[in-house]
């Protein structure tokens, strides 16, 4: 638990995924905050761009991963998702980005892989048409969403006509 609220105090110099990382596609990984040295390996790992979803004033964010990033040839995009109050807006903007993004493999991450994995899972259901059974399991490998998480994802499928009862 820890990790939760001091993940620079727990993390080395490896260079192997962050923390929670979860492949989901061969395009789209979520992970939990990588350290500067993780950040530094992502462009020999093929990835194109880097999507945090928690607020540059987390706990163990890494200040300056935006220029970190863009140094090495990547583009970086920040959402700061407020974890109390997630809104559709935030998503909308996540799928426009991640949607114009391709070909190039993503990274999407925030704080722990929390907001990540959800985010993911409903782009991947109402974009990319992907079973939501199938495509929960990535977030179920990692936490069990809370009830305003819950109600988000539900208000979420519900406005694209997706009926799934998110657990």
Request: proline letters at 7%; charged letters at 20%.
């Amino acid at each position: 638990m820890l990790y939760a609220y001091a993940p620079e105090l727990v993390r080395t110099a490896s260079t192997e995924p962050p923390v929670n990382f979860v492949a989901v596609s061969q395009r789209i990984d979520t992970a939990g905050q990588p350290s500067r040295a993780q950040l530094a390996a992502l462009k020999d790992k093929g990835y194109g761009l880097v999507i945090n979803l928690a607020p540059p004033t987390t706990i163990g964010s890494v200040a300056d991963e935006g220029m970190r990033v863009g140094s090495l040839g990547m583009s970086y995009v920040n959402i700061p998702v407020d974890w109390h109050h997630p809104r559709f807006e935030d998503f909308a903007l996540f799928t426009h980005i991640l949607g114009h993004a391709q070909p190039a493999r993503v990274l999407v991450h925030c704080q722990i892989n929390k907001r990540a994995s959800l985010f993911t899972f409903l782009y991947r259901v109402v974009h990319e048409r992907v079973d939501p059974d199938t495509a929960y399991q990535n977030v179920t490998a990692v936490w069990a969403p809370d009830e305003q998480w819950k109600d988000f994802a539900r208000l979420v499928l519900k406005r694209h006509g997706i009926d799934f009862e998110v657990y």
